[in-house]
């Protein structure tokens, strides 16, 4: 918007409702796509909507269920960086929201989410329709308003937009009730860039004394690693991490939030750690002496036993939230900022004193990574009759490579995780809250932004049914979304679980009596469906999908008793893992020791025993 027509703002007012005050500040916040389902106390803003909409620049996709929404406008924030928006009426309306707003706050994703609310005298009398939607979701957002005059409305979505995608990035809820939407005042417009929150000043550049005693730790360094998180992808910081990847010659991990901050094609890429992380990358993360942890939060699905967690490293922490910082582990140098100016000025700061660092301090920490590599390599099995899950992840990558991929959760995420080689922002999965039903609904999103690339959802036959209907949406929009099942016919990773920690009881964990024929249903909502069963079929199959202009439901039928490793069990340390592939002795590279405590063989270049732990 020009100068001159902000002045002209300044100066001008109109006589408008709140409805019409809330839809023309989201258009001045650049939405132009908005994810809801309308109700009785919310029908206020959706009048002012249909006007919008008619007037061009602005659509509204109408869900199937407020679940969907929130999720939708999560995987468009995801995909473009931008701040995803969302509706929902009062009560159950909002109340279903909540799954979507909880699984954005985990992942630090910016949402702005609208709900209706009863009006203002009927609030605290049980109100039809009526919860107390800011309450309930108090733990779950970054910041929330209840819009008490419609004279406010212009401030609080200003102000709204502003801290969900600044700092930490994060989901605020709106809450507007029915009357407000109804009353008029003089409406002076409130521009992104006017927003004033003096109490609200998020750290943005790195302390200079903190990044050079980071810079002499790396100088120091003969076993780095740079550990990447979401922070990293929120931040833009791919060509920053790249950069000092290279200069030190650091192997580089990342997380399940931090995939495609790194090129996982790149010979310094080890591709992800933890539970379901490369066996190589969780030997990195056990024996390094300087760990990099740029925009992580040392999860507990990453660290596995915290206190044996990269416990021979010295370790820098980098991130734009000042609370994770020596929240799980005390950092030697703990650099609050966002990520990417203070990797800039890391860069910058080498450039000045010159240090350009030395490629043979690492070559033989990087030599010995490379050997676990080849000992432990991620397996893609094959068998005479039945295919395995991980073929068509692979298979999906080799047609698709460049695609969006979102999934849902559970052991075809991690397979898509361990095997997919995604670039920034085209990897979109829900990590820290493990949302079933994420998948679909956030593809949704993702293709309406970029309605011109590939958008493909991974799923699982029970993670799918949670939100099914969303196929109604996809159909009704013409959305391009193709959705691949990877059908067990149970709860996979719940079924992995009980086989390996519960005595192989399985309770209510198969999914095989219920289940409906996918063809069909996607066929009933006017959407392509489509059946595999056997390998030939496969890769056909995938490209008449891609090839295919519409969406595309495609039920995968794989191995059903599939387990998905590396694994780290609950409470063992990252270099303790269950399922490793090993070559036979012969073939080994290096020498085998025994193991003095549970006698297994290990490479003689190990420091633990991956079967028990224990030190060799």
């Known amino acids: 918007m020009t100068s001159s027509v902000q002045a002209q703002d300044k100066v001008t007012t109109q006589r408008v409702t709140g409805g019409f005050a809330l839809i023309d500040s989201l258009k001045r916040h650049g939405v132009s796509h908005i994810f809801g389902y309308p109700g009785g106390a919310i029908l206020p803003i959706y009048d002012e909507l249909y ?55 985990m992942d630090s994703i910016p949402l702005v989410v609208i709900t209706g609310q009863v009006p203002r005298a009927a609030i605290g009398t049980d109100a039809f329709q009526e919860t107390d939607i800011f309450g309930i979701t108090l733990p779950v957002v970054k910041h929330s308003y209840v819009v008490r005059s419609a004279s406010d409305m212009p401030r609080v979505v200003a102000e ?26 003089d409406y002076i417009p409130v521009n992104p860039q006017e927003v004033n929150l003096p109490g609200y000043k998020p750290t943005v550049k790195g302390n200079p004394r903190q990044v050079d005693h980071a810079i002499q730790l790396l100088r120091a360094a003969k076993q780095p690693l740079l550990y990447v998180g979401g922070g990293a992808i929120t931040s833009g910081a791919h060509a920053e991490i790249h950069a000092l990847a290279e200069q030190f010659s650091i192997p580089v991990t990342t997380t399940l939030m931090g995939k495609g901050a790194f090129d996982e094609h790149h010979p310094l890429s080890v591709g992800m750690l933890g539970m379901h992380g490369t066996a190589y990358a969780n030997f990195a993360v056990s024996e390094c002496d300087l760990l990099i942890a740029v925009g992580a939060r040392f999860d507990d699905r990453v660290t596995g036993k915290l206190d044996e967690f990269a416990s021979h490293a010295k370790v820098i ?45 690492t070559q033989v920490w990087r030599d010995r990574i490379q050997r676990w590599r080849e000992d432990y390599p991620l397996v893609v099995p094959t068998y005479d009759v039945e295919i395995s899950p991980q073929e068509v992840i692979v298979e999906l990558c080799r047609q698709a490579p460049q695609a969006y991929y979102t999934t849902d959760v559970g052991q075809h995420q991690m397979w898509a995780a361990q095997f997919l080689k995604n670039g920034p922002r085209r990897w979109v999965s ?63 990773m719940v079924r992995q679980w009980q086989q390996a920690f519960y005595g192989e009881r399985y309770s209510s964990s198969n999914m095989q009596s219920g289940m409906p024929n996918f063809e069909m249903l996607a066929n009933a909502y006017g959407v392509k469906g489509v059946i595999v069963e056997s390998r030939d079929q496969l890769a056909a199959a995938i490209a008449d999908m891609l090839a295919h202009d519409g969406p595309v439901l495609m039920d995968v039928r794989v191995r059903k008793d599939e387990n998905c490793y590396p694994m780290v069990a609950p409470g063992k340390s990252n270099a303790q893992m269950l399922g490793l592939p090993q070559k036979p002795a012969e073939v080994q590279p290096i020498e085998l020791i025994y193991c003095g405590s549970c006698g297994a063989k290990n490479p003689s270049n190990h420091s633990f025993c991956p079967n028990c732990g224990a030190k060799l």
Request: with cysteine; glycine share 14%.
């Open 430 to 492: 829900s990590a820290g809250l493990g949302t079933m039903g994420f998948g679909l609904p956030a593809a949704m999103g993702v293709q309406v932004a970029h309605p011109e690339e590939t958008t493909i959802c991974i799923s699982g036959d029970a993670s799918f049914q949670m939100n099914p209907q969303e196929l109604g949406t996809l159909a009704q929009y013409g959305i391009n979304v193709k959705t691949v099942i990877i059908n067990n016919g149970w709860q996979g």
């Open 51 to 105: 006007k919008a909409e008619q007037q061009g620049g602005l659509q509204h996709i109408l869900v199937r269920h407020e679940q969907g929404a929130a999720h939708a406008a999560d995987g468009y924030a995801r995909a473009t960086g931008q701040v995803g928006v969302c509706f929902g009426t009062s009560g159950p309306g909002a109340t279903n929201l909540v799954t979507g707003i909880a699984t954005a706050a």
């Open 160 to 185: 709204a937009f502003y801290i969900a995608q600044t700092g930490r990035p994060g989901p605020v809820l709106i809450d507007v009730p029915k009357d407000v939407g109804f009353e008029e005042f």
């Open 317 to 361: 922490h980098i991130d734009i939230d000042p609370a994770e910082v020596g929240k799980n582990r005390i950092p030697n140098v703990p650099i609050v900022g966002d990520v990417q100016r203070v990797l800039q000025n890391l860069l910058r700061r080498l450039k000045e004193q010159n240090v350009t660092g030395d490629p043979t301090q």
